[in-house]
């Protein structure tokens, strides 16, 4: 039995002020909390290798010791000789920041198109990749794909990674199929025993069909809510279990494994005051409802309410175990978010 460990999408560094001007519950930690608990879980459970499908980070230009905290954890983990492949995702540019620490010898990055290969128990395995193609995938994956795969010997288990929206892929309420930033399913190869991506923070595991042979697709999403879209998903990692049968290495099994998250609701006010201690007791009631590490997104669009709702109230009346933000209005080009 061989397994892999599975993540994506970790958006390291959101809400983590380095100097924060006021004290209040952030969710900075969180991010950091379920990246720590994915390699932790990889260690315990004597995972064979690691895998992260890109944004690492929350976006390109990340504060130092942002970078910093990240890449100390990583490089205990790496210790550990458990191997720790990613691919550089749209938040990355496409290119990690460059580090010391990052030149482990544990640790691979595909800083372009190409293959790692990992021998462990008695099975090669072969990770082929390329950085996040941020316009018109569809019109250079043949391309990148014979670059990346030039030279190769034949393995045991040849395994695609990337970080890219493939067809069929889905967020809530939308189903990827065509555009060229969409990937194809008929371009992807007939003789992978499984295509890794990032990108897509809804997790989801779907197949396709080339020359007799089923093969998944396999989105972790991110290990933390990263917007109210993602409100209802469940957030975690995907732990893959290949096994030898008489025929060669299989794919036996994809297990999600769930990570904790705090509650993530949004409150909505739409009463009309002018009067601050009606909108207080209002608000008051309506957050001694929710669970107490709520993150919660609140929104009003009454103007004359709105005019009420200052940072120092919203400051005073929400529970230290909260983290509460206030949505920006309505605007009708850009939508909620
Ligand atoms: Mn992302």
Same mark, same amino acid.
Request: proline fraction near 6%; avoid cysteine; charge should be negative.
């Given at each position: 039995?061989?397994k892999i460990?599975?993540?994506a999408?970790?958006?390291l560094?959101v809400?983590? =002020?380095?100097? /924060?001007k006021?004290?209040?519950?952030?969710?900075?930690?969180?991010?950091?909390?379920?990246?720590?608990?994915?390699?932790?879980?990889?260690i315990?459970? $004597?995972?064979?290798?690691v895998? #992260?499908?890109?944004?690492?980070?929350?976006?390109s230009?990340? +504060?130092?010791?942002?970078?910093? $905290?990240a %890449?100390?954890?990583?490089?205990?983990?790496? @210790?550990?000789?458990?191997?720790?492949?990613i691919? =550089?995702?749209?938040h990355?540019r496409?290119?990690? /920041?460059?580090?010391?620490?990052?030149? #482990?010898?544990?640790?691979? &990055?595909?800083? @372009?198109?190409?293959?790692?290969?990992?021998?462990?128990?008695?099975?090669?395995?072969?990770?082929?990749?390329? +950085?996040?193609i941020?316009n018109?995938?569809?019109?250079?994956?043949?391309?990148?794909f !014979?670059?990346?795969i030039?030279?190769?010997?034949?393995?045991?288990? $040849?395994?695609?990674?990337?970080?890219?929206? &493939?067809?069929?892929?889905?967020i809530?309420? %939308?189903?990827?199929?065509?555009?060229?930033?969409?990937?194809?399913?008929?371009?992807?190869p007939?003789?992978?025993?499984?295509?890794l991506?990032g990108?897509i923070?809804?997790?989801?595991?779907f197949?396709?069909?080339?020359?007799e042979?089923?093969?998944?697709v396999?989105? =972790?999403?991110?290990? *933390?809510r !990263?917007?109210?879209?993602?409100?209802?998903?469940e $957030?975690?990692?995907?732990?893959?279990?290949?096994?030898?049968? *008489?025929?060669?290495w299989?794919?036996? *099994?994809?297990?999600?494994?769930?990570?904790?998250?705090r /509650?993530?609701?949004?409150l909505?006010?739409?009463?009309?005051?002018?009067?601050?201690?009606?909108l207080r007791n209002?608000?008051?009631?309506?957050?001694?409802?929710?669970d107490?590490?709520?993150?919660?997104?609140?929104?009003c669009?009454i103007?004359?309410t709105r005019?009420?709702?200052?940072?120092?109230l919203l400051?005073?009346?929400?529970?230290k175990?909260?983290?509460? !933000?206030?949505? /920006?209005?309505?605007?009708?080009?850009?939508?909620?978010?």
């Open positions: 039995m061989l460990v599975f993540f999408d970790t958006h560094g809400d983590y =002020p380095i100097k /924060p006021v004290d209040r519950r952030r969710r900075g930690e969180d991010f950091f909390n379920n990246y720590k608990k994915v390699l932790d879980y990889a315990e459970s $004597k995972a064979d290798l895998v #992260h499908g890109g944004d690492f980070f929350f976006r230009k990340v +504060p130092a010791s942002i970078v910093d $905290k %890449y100390d954890i990583l490089y205990d983990f790496a @210790e550990n000789e458990i191997p720790f492949v691919v =550089p995702g749209n990355e496409s290119v990690l /920041p460059s580090s010391i620490l990052m030149n #482990h010898k544990n640790i691979y &990055i595909f800083d @372009e198109p190409s293959t790692f290969f990992f021998k462990k128990k008695n099975a090669v395995i072969g990770i082929t990749g390329f +950085p996040n941020r018109g995938i569809r019109l250079q994956f043949e391309q990148i !014979t670059e990346a030039e030279g190769n010997p034949d393995v045991d288990i $040849k395994l695609l990674l990337m970080h890219q929206a &493939i067809q069929e892929s889905k809530e309420g %939308y189903t990827f199929r065509y555009g060229i930033d969409v990937l194809p399913l008929e371009m992807l007939a003789d992978y025993q499984a295509i991506s990108h923070h809804k997790a989801q595991v197949y396709y069909e080339k020359k042979n089923r093969i998944p396999i989105y =972790p999403g991110s290990t *933390e !990263t917007s109210v879209v993602e409100m209802v998903e $957030k975690g990692f995907y732990e893959i279990i290949f096994e030898e049968s *008489e025929t060669g299989k794919l036996l *099994e994809t297990k999600f494994h769930i990570l904790p998250t /509650p993530m609701v949004r909505d006010i739409t009463r009309l005051t002018e009067d601050e201690r009606v209002l608000l008051e009631a309506e957050l001694s409802k929710l107490k590490d709520s993150v919660v997104r609140l929104r669009e103007p004359e005019k009420l709702l200052k940072a120092e400051r005073e009346l929400t529970p175990t909260m983290t509460l !933000t206030l949505a /920006p209005v309505y605007q009708k080009r850009k939508g909620w978010i």
